[in-house]
């Protein structure tokens, strides 16, 4: 290995960071990036072997950086955090193995959409179960009855007990747990149940697990 000069430190750290990180990253390190004096065929060079890469979007984020907004400090730290090694030393993979590096990403990328299909399909099967049983809510439910609000025909209502025989844990609204009769939205997507809402006496409000089942998704109070 041969030592490093300071962009090419730069350089290597910044190809240690996984460019398919979440967003707010992938921008706090191409804007570390740039203040370490990079380039944006630089930021392009690291930023291409992500399976999402758009070049457009690359572009319009790297002329909208203004100077002052983070460090290069940010950059190694960010690298660091990716198990980079600051020896001074290349460790920046070779264009074969950052295909290999593209590759895994993309069946991993693969992988976890397998994943989450099959948490939604689970999460859609529960809540058919949950509506399937629940009863027409009540215009006496304690939350309905606070707001001032009459139910529904495409509101129902179920006793929590219920609920967890269904969905096999216990309904959590921010760590609190949902106790009582709960009412029961249904979330549609065109055509689809999705999921369903669930709103204790208290107000305590959660969708069921599962990962994008309310993205686009709706409640029709027809």
């Given at each position: 290995p041969f030592m490093l000069n300071d962009t090419d430190r730069a350089i290597d750290a910044l190809?240690?960071?996984?460019?398919?990180?979440?967003?707010?990253?992938?921008?706090?390190?191409?804007?570390?990036?740039?203040?370490?004096g990079l380039s944006l065929d630089d930021a392009t060079s690291w930023s291409e072997s992500a399976p999402s890469f758009n070049l457009q979007d690359l572009r319009d984020v790297w002329r909208g950086i203004k100077p002052g907004q983070v460090t290069e400090a940010t950059l190694f730290y960010l690298a660091k955090q990716a198990g980079w090694n600051d020896d001074g030393k290349h460790h920046r993979p070779s264009p074969e193995e950052l295909a290999l590096i593209q590759q895994r990403r993309q069946q991993q990328a693969a992988a976890s959409q397998a994943e989450i299909a099959k948490e939604q399909a689970e999460t859609a099967a529960k809540a058919k179960a949950i509506w399937k049983v629940a009863v027409p809510a009540?215009?006496?439910?304690?939350?309905?009855?606070?707001?001032?609000?009459?139910?529904?025909?495409?509101?129902?209502?179920?006793?929590?007990?219920?609920?967890?025989?269904?969905?096999?844990?216990?309904?959590?609204?921010?760590?609190?747990?949902?106790?009582?009769?709960?009412?029961?939205?249904?979330?549609m997507r065109p055509g689809v149940l999705s999921t369903v809402e669930l709103i204790d006496e208290q107000g305590n409000k959660t969708a069921l697990h599962g990962r994008g089942?309310?993205?686009?998704?709706?409640?029709?109070?027809?």
């Open positions: 190809h240690s960071i996984p460019p398919d990180i979440e967003r707010d990253s992938w921008v706090r390190a191409g804007m570390a990036a740039h203040a370490a009540l215009a006496d439910h304690p939350y309905l009855v606070r707001k001032g609000v009459e139910p529904t025909s495409t509101l129902g209502q179920i006793d929590v007990q219920q609920a967890v025989q269904i969905l096999g844990y216990q309904p959590q609204a921010k760590g609190v747990p949902l106790q009582g009769r709960l009412l029961v939205a249904p979330i089942t309310k993205v686009g998704g709706y409640w029709s109070t027809d």
